[in-house]
């Protein structure tokens, strides 16, 4: 089994504001796309809530103490029972958030595929957890822009 997280990050690792995303980049939903097509997802049920529809082509895996979702969707009360059902899968599996989740997550996972992106938001509500860098080697991917916003598609592969 694999786990990749998949985030976009401010300069302070805003990920954030009000349940939902603080910077609409059009480029960047259409790299989380063409990254996570045809996988299986894993978030919070605080992300799942903030998705305007499941997304397609994706099996969604939703962590939550509720069972209150359409059976499209699996569902696990806690992250141990999902580890050991995936433990002998040869799947990459994308940890898509939000802030509870890839803290959860940070020390699994193998790949880190972050959106750096070149702004800041004083009043953002969650953040990606801190790692320490030098356990990864760091490959930038592509440079990218929206709305005049800068930001580059980063991948940390653990060393
Ligand atoms: N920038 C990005 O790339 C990115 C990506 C994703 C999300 N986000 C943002 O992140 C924010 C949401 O993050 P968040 O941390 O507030 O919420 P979250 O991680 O999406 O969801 C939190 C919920 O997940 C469930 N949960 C988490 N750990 C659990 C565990 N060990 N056992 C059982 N249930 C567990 C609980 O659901 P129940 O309350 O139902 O029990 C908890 O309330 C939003 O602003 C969203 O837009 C940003």
Redo the contacts with the bound molecule.
């Keep these: 089994m694999s786990y990749s997280i998949?985030?976009?990050?401010g300069k302070n690792r805003e990920?954030?504001?009000?349940?939902?995303?603080?910077w609409h980049l059009p480029n960047d939903l259409k790299f989380f796309r063409e990254v996570t097509t045809g996988k299986t997802i894993i978030?919070?049920?605080?992300?799942?809530d903030?998705l305007p529809k499941m997304l397609p082509n994706r099996k969604h895996i939703v962590?939550?103490?509720?069972n209150n979702f359409n059976s499209e969707v699996k569902v696990?009360?806690?992250?141990k029972q999902l580890l050991l059902d995936y433990k002998n899968s040869l799947e990459e599996l994308f940890v898509?958030?939000?802030?509870?989740?890839y803290k959860?997550f940070i020390d699994i996972a193998d790949k880190l595929y972050l959106?750096e992106v070149d702004a800041e938001c004083l009043d953002a509500?969650?953040y990606f957890p801190e790692f320490d860098k030098n356990n990864y080697e760091k490959t930038i991917l592509k440079e990218n822009e929206d709305n005049g916003i800068k930001y580059k598609h980063v991948l940390y592969k653990k060393l």
Excluded: E, H, P, W
């Design positions: 998949i985030a976009a990050i990920l954030g504001k009000d349940n939902d995303l603080i978030m919070g049920r605080k992300t799942f903030s962590i939550s103490s509720s696990y009360k806690d992250i898509i958030g939000g802030a509870s989740i959860q959106t509500s969650v």
